[in-house]
């Protein structure tokens, strides 16, 4: 819904997600994720390497973050399969992440996530307001900024959805300035104080 983004944005909110969901989802043979408005890219690159730091190559393997975004333009899935940004945008990321998980690419001044972090994303199409989830049994859902383009009914609707896709025990994430909306906060539990972090109520 929003191209505006840049890699380790609200990264506080990244970081938590993984610590509280990773020993719930390390239960399972495959961890799927979902981030719902993924944009360009950035936020389920971060998110993965996030990912990669805690668990090694080996458990790695096994993640799986299906990242959507409605994309308007048709070319999110070029750059996010190919994973070339240029300096500009990685700008922010910090020294010891650019130098493990980035390589040099063939255009000047650009940058290749590596392929062991690109292969852990797929990228599709998808308008939350169908209703319809990419799939079920995810373990963490990442949401940000995309609610804020809905009415209050909407975004009811697409909380519920996210209620019916995750496993049980699983995890959903909001930006920062985001809240649950009062009908529907009997579907999760917060996690956290300083994060809009909250835990699937079956």
Same mark, same amino acid.
């Given at each position: 819904?929003?191209? #505006?983004?840049?890699? #380790?944005?609200? /990264?506080?909110?990244? &970081?938590l997600a993984c610590e509280h969901a990773l020993p719930v989802l390390k239960?399972?043979?495959?961890?799927?994720?979902?981030?719902?408005?993924?944009?360009?890219?950035?936020?389920?690159?971060?998110?993965?390497?996030?990912?990669? &730091?805690?668990?090694?190559?080996?458990?790695?393997?096994?993640?799986?973050?299906?990242?959507?975004?409605?994309?308007?333009?048709?070319?999110?899935?070029?750059?996010?399969?190919?994973?070339?940004?240029?300096?500009?945008?990685?700008?922010?990321?910090?020294?010891?992440?650019?130098?493990?998980?980035?390589?040099?690419?063939?255009?000047?001044?650009?940058?290749?996530?590596? &392929?062991?972090?690109?292969?852990?994303?797929? #990228?599709?199409?998808?308008?939350?307001?169908?209703?319809?989830?990419?799939?079920?049994?995810?373990?963490?859902?990442?949401?940000?900024?995309?609610?804020?383009?809905?009415?209050?009914?909407?975004?009811?609707?697409?909380?519920?959805?996210?209620?019916d896709s995750l496993m049980e025990g699983g995890f959903l994430a909001f930006?920062?300035?985001?809240?649950?909306?009062r009908k529907t906060a009997h579907l999760f539990k917060p996690v956290v104080?300083?994060?809009?972090?909250?835990?699937? /109520? /079956?």
């Open positions: 819904m929003m191209a #505006f983004t840049y890699f #380790f944005r609200d /990264v506080q909110t990244l &970081e239960t399972r043979r495959y961890i799927n994720i979902w981030d719902a408005g993924c944009a360009m890219g950035p936020e389920p690159y971060t998110l993965a390497m996030l990912l990669r &730091e805690r668990m090694g190559h080996m458990y790695f393997r096994n993640v799986r973050i299906t990242a959507t975004d409605i994309d308007e333009s048709n070319l999110f899935g070029k750059i996010i399969s190919e994973g070339v940004y240029p300096r500009k945008q990685v700008e922010r990321i910090p020294r010891d992440f650019l130098e493990r998980y980035f390589e040099k690419a063939a255009q000047d001044d650009h940058y290749r996530v590596i &392929e062991e972090i690109r292969r852990a994303l797929v #990228f599709r199409r998808h308008d939350l307001l169908e209703l319809k989830a990419p799939g079920n049994e995810f373990g963490l859902i990442i949401c940000k900024n995309v609610l804020l383009h809905f009415n209050e009914d909407q975004r009811i609707k697409v909380i519920e959805m996210f209620h930006e920062q300035t985001q809240s649950l909306p104080t300083n994060a809009q972090l909250f835990q699937k /109520v /079956v």
